[in-house]
């Protein structure tokens, strides 16, 4: 599990930095030299101090699942055992490859995980091969995103406005 950290200072040039780049990961140190009115030099010095202190975390890609072959996303709700050591459980549930995400949460169940599957059989394969043969798993309940929404790039909504207002 991450290790909460404090948080970095950042300027108004680190938090352009950090939406520019949420916009396009691709984008060279030169064309975002070029956009803020910096040498790219200046721009490199920043990114390599935002990586260095862990607020950027790395690049990726984003994939369009259905195309990839797996069209359904899954939310599975699980309790765990009484007393069993949720770590463990973590532990074995972060061996699934669908498993996109997982969540450790409060209120009556323990922990919230969002799979990608092909269709319903591989979510039962999933389910009762996988999943239900774990040690301390106690219950599961599952839904089916009927629909999902373009994600939203939160770096540019939440970083574009000035420390302290609203954004």
Request: charged share 20%.
């Amino acid at each position: 599990m991450p290790v909460p950290v404090p948080p970095v200072p950042l300027d108004d040039v680190d938090r352009q930095i950090l939406v520019l780049l949420s916009q396009d990961s691709r984008r060279s140190q030169r064309a975002l030299a070029r956009e803020l009115g910096m040498s790219a030099p200046a721009v490199g010095e920043r990114i390599a101090r935002l990586e260095r202190l862990g607020v950027i975390q790395g690049y990726g890609v984003r994939v369009n699942w259905s195309a990839a072959g797996y069209p359904m996303t899954v939310y599975l709700i699980i309790t765990a055992v009484q007393g069993y050591q949720q770590q463990d459980l973590v532990e074995q549930l972060a061996l699934i490859p669908e498993l996109e995400a997982l969540d450790i949460v409060t209120g009556a169940m323990d922990m919230l995980a969002r799979l990608r599957v092909r269709d319903h059989q591989h979510l039962r394969q999933l389910l009762m091969d996988c999943i239900w043969q774990i040690e301390g798993v106690q219950r599961t309940e599952t839904a089916l995103s009927l629909v999902e929404i373009e994600p939203k790039n939160l770096v540019a909504d939440l970083l574009s406005a000035p420390p302290g207002e609203p954004a």
